[in-house]
């Protein structure tokens, strides 16, 4: 079984984005974060209930939930209860896991690139646990500083130095640039998951063949842990390994065939990275043919479980979106 979702933001819900705090403004007494962190909390109870309605049961949590976390004295304390988040996704059965951004790197040699790292990473691992997350905090290995060897080591360093919440649903994820599935492998001595980006292994020079980094990524995951991969397309124009705006229906039900035989039944995550977001993916399912619909609703039996479900009720989860993508609106 394939678990289907998409990342951060619903873009076809209403007031679709999550509020932000400039740390500028925070440090000049501008910014009050408790308000912030209520209606963000609340978004993403809403996103929740939202996504489960389309059929997607599995939903990347932004690492900007709750910004300045790492910095504000005593930000935790302004946190939320979450109740209402854990049950929302216990309801839906969503599998929620994170990624925090590019700068958030365990193998820099530099000191203070480090620590905030490490406090970024503990503070998702602890929103996390609040939440009952059981999917994984991802990150890119980084770069490679000129020694491949050296980095690998001050990044397996750097992942002793994390807490438990934070460690325990650590991932890996290859890049375009630096790092392919057996390079991360050969890092960690096997020792973290990695999720696999096709996107990435295409833009990669360095990737081997598809069906091997497809594979080994999915061998990586231990039995306890659902695999996560990640699928997007390129944006035309832009440099390799850019997301599209958008996703071919085509290419991710060919996409969802080829993790489905790779994983050998094993239940799995794929995860859409589209600028256009839940939009992307009702927009590539809008494109199939009625078969091409059975065939991948026999692989994310969510999808065929929300379409049932909304056949039978003179409301559908998904008649806004679609309405939305049929009137062009991004």
């Not at 984005?17 to 308000?35: C, E, I």
């Not at 480090?114 to 996390?128: C, F, P």
């Not at 399912?285 to 999808?303: H, K, N, W």
Request: charged letters at 25%.
């Amino acid at each position: 079984m394939i678990r289907l979702g998409h990342v951060c933001q619903s873009l076809g819900m209403p007031e679709p984005s999550l509020k932000t705090a400039q740390l500028g403004r925070y440090l000049k007494g501008l910014v009050d974060l408790t308000p912030i962190y209520r209606y963000n909390a609340e978004y993403v109870r809403r996103s929740l209930v939202y996504s489960t309605g389309l059929g997607l049961t599995a939903h990347r949590i932004s690492s900007d939930l709750f910004p300045l976390l790492d910095i504000a004295p005593g930000a935790r304390m302004l946190v939320p209860d979450l109740r209402s988040v854990r049950r929302a996704a216990e309801r839906g059965d969503v599998h929620l896991s994170n990624h925090p951004s590019q700068f958030v790197v365990l193998s820099s040699p530099r000191e203070e690139v480090l620590n905030n790292s490490l406090a970024i990473m503990n503070d998702q691992g602890w929103v996390m646990d609040l939440i009952g997350a059981r999917g994984s905090i991802t990150l890119h290995g980084g770069g490679v500083y000129g020694d491949r060897e050296s980095t690998a080591s001050r990044l397996r360093e750097g992942i002793a130095r994390l807490a438990p919440p934070a460690r325990d649903r650590l991932a890996l994820e290859n890049d375009e640039r630096c790092w392919t599935v057996p390079e991360l492998l050969e890092a960690t001595g096997g020792e973290v998951p990695i999720v696999f980006d096709n996107l990435h292994w295409s833009a990669n020079p360095r990737s081997a063949p598809y069906e091997v980094e497809l594979e080994a990524a999915l061998r990586s995951w231990p039995a306890d842990r659902l695999p996560e991969l990640h699928y997007s397309e390129q944006w035309k124009g832009k440099p390799a390994g850019a997301h599209a705006e958008h996703i071919t229906g085509r290419g991710l039900l060919r996409y969802c065939e080829e993790v489905e035989e790779a994983s050998s039944g094993r239940d799995v995550v794929v995860i859409v990275e589209a600028k256009q977001k839940d939009l992307a993916i009702v927009r590539a399912l809008g494109e199939l043919t009625s078969r091409q619909r059975a065939r991948i609703e026999a692989l994310v039996p969510g999808l065929a479980a929300a379409r049932s479900e909304r056949a039978c009720s003179s409301g559908s989860a998904l008649r806004a979106p679609s309405a939305m993508v049929a009137q062009g609106v991004k």
